[in-house]
């Protein structure tokens, strides 16, 4: 392609889309830096005064329903607006729902603000990442490196945000640090407006598939029915008495396993799906699955592992004294450090490298040992006394390790495997892995009890640990059915 090469021999477009993903996960990541502690510090210290688990469960559901939303955003961008304008909207839904939460409105501003960022990024993300893919040709060899870039940006955004919204929001308020990630996210709408006008101009401006006519009448119903179906729900909740926050969380937890369950079922009985893709879809499952595992402890990260930074670990360190949020650097401070590493790694061992399914499995190990790890300082130090952070640092490096063999190539498993008529879901099904594993966490959290820390860490970590050697024991049945795909 005879294209100009500005940002480090990418298209241009691609510049665009790094910074517009960088702010965006700047503020989503600033903002879960300090949401946590913002829901269960006491009112008096300016929080929410929740009480612990249930700000933990919420953490995760609030995660789930984020990348669960993007089969929605996939929908508006293919039939409705193209995924140029799609982005946008959707960044200023996000940027909105940060300002609400930089209000002093307490609950109702949190929930307000859950939807407009929830329905925000469903619109933004998967669409930012789609059009990345659609900055290529086919044949371009510029297409995985590129998004490579792409990921390093978003762990860029999420390595600054903890440092300048959780420090400022710890340290001085809270909502302080959310006004910081609404503007982190004006930021980022500012460059895509102005840059995108150029860069992105051939991409994404028209609806792929435009609704038309008589299926304005089938949607009309079937979102006429969804609603229904909802307000039933949770009119009936209500009525009966019921209308808690925990029935709002079962809820959101039983849609995360369904959805995937809808979307292979569907798959594998269509009729526009050929039986050999078929036989990709059958192989996708177990991948998909071992990326449930892996993101349930992944995305602990800022749930249980944040309430073990706040609660667990020595608050000082040669005299300074360290915000908790701080540790949610470690997570995009390593993937900064070793996708280069794991970049050169691949490349060096070239044909010899393991092959997707292995490289799953690795991730999946690495990911439970590095909660397995944490089973030690309770062990070995009893729950009363606060330990060294290294024990967080090096638990959070292995994972991120374990993240490198299994995110990025994840991401191109999935487009191609996914079957051709599916292929304007194809990043919300990546990423609904994603959701059911924080759907999952959701329940799983409230095993977590000081009294049973050791345990917790060593049955999770144990799980993952299982899950991925029984994947690598299954490799040659999945390559059998993916064929000779890299
Ligand atoms: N942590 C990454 C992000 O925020 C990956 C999420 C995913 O692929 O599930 O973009
Ligand atoms: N590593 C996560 C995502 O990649 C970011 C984070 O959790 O801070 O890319």
């Known amino acids: 392609m005879n294209q100009e090469k500005t940002f480090i021999g990418q298209p241009r477009g691609l510049s665009t889309l790094f910074f517009t993903e960088m702010w965006e996960r700047f503020s989503y990541y600033g903002m879960r830096a300090i949401l946590l502690y913002f829901m269960y510090d ?7 005064g929740l009480s612990k688990p249930t700000a933990v469960a919420i953490m995760s559901i609030y995660g789930s329903l984020v990348y669960m939303s993007s089969i929605v955003g996939g929908w508006i961008s293919d039939r409705l607006l193209g995924s140029y304008k799609t982005v946008f909207y959707g ?15 307490g609950l109702p501003a949190l929930f307000i603000s859950m939807i407009l960022i929830v329905i925000g990024t469903g619109m933004l993300k998967s669409n930012a990442s789609g059009m990345v893919g659609h900055l290529y040709a086919p044949e371009d060899l510029r297409r995985d490196a590129g998004f490579s870039i792409f990921y390093m940006g978003i762990n860029i955004g999420a390595l600054l945000a903890p440092i300048i919204v959780g420090t400022l929001g710890q340290k001085v308020n809270y909502h302080l640090g959310f006004s910081i990630a609404a503007i982190g996210m004006f930021f980022g709408l500012l460059q895509y407006v102005i840059q995108g006008k150029k860069s992105l101009a051939h991409i994404g401006q028209e609806p792929t598939h435009p609704l038309l006519g008589e299926e304005k009448k089938v949607f009309t119903r079937n979102i006429s029915l969804g609603l229904l179906f909802v307000v039933v729900l949770f009119g009936g909740a209500a009525l009966l008495g019921s209308l808690t926050v925990d029935f709002f969380i079962n809820s959101i937890s039983v849609l995360g396993i369904f959805l995937p369950i809808y979307y292979f079922t569907k798959m594998l009985r269509s009729k526009e799906v050929t039986s050999e893709e078929k036989k990709k879809v059958r192989a996708y499952i177990p991948l998909f699955i071992a990326a449930i595992i892996f993101w349930s402890l992944e995305e602990q990260g800022s749930s249980i592992l944040a309430l073990f930074a706040a609660e667990r670990t020595q608050a000082t360190i040669f005299g300074i004294t360290i915000p908790a949020s701080l540790y949610q650097t470690l997570n995009p401070l390593f993937v900064v450090i070793l996708t280069p590493v794991f970049v050169a790694l691949w490349t060096k061992m070239g044909a010899r490298q393991p092959k997707t399914e292995v490289k799953f499995a690795i991730g999946l190990i690495m990911a439970g040992l590095s909660f397995v790890l944490l089973m030690f300082p309770s062990m070995l130090f009893g729950v009363d006394h606060r330990v060294s952070p290294i024990w967080l640092i090096l638990s959070f490096f ?12 994840g991401l191109s498993v999935t487009t191609k495997l996914a079957p051709k008529a599916f292929e ?16 999952i966490n959701a329940q799983i959290a409230r095993f977590y009890t000081p009294s049973t820390e050791g ?16 994947l690598y024991a299954a490799r040659g049945s999945i390559r059998q059915l993916i064929g000779n795909i890299h």
């Open 398 to 409: 292995i994972m991120i390790a374990g993240e490198m063999c299994l995110s990025p190539v």
């Open 42 to 48: 006491a009112v008096s210290n300016g929080g929410l």
């Open 91 to 105: 960044g200023v839904f996000i940027m909105l729902g940060h300002i609400v939460l930089a209000t002093p409105f």
């Open 455 to 470: 345990m917790y860490f060593a049955v999770v970590g144990g799980v993952a640990v299982i899950g991925g050697l029984i």
């Open 424 to 439: 304007a879901q194809t990043l919300a099904i990546w990423l609904l892995a994603d959701a059911s594993s924080q759907a």
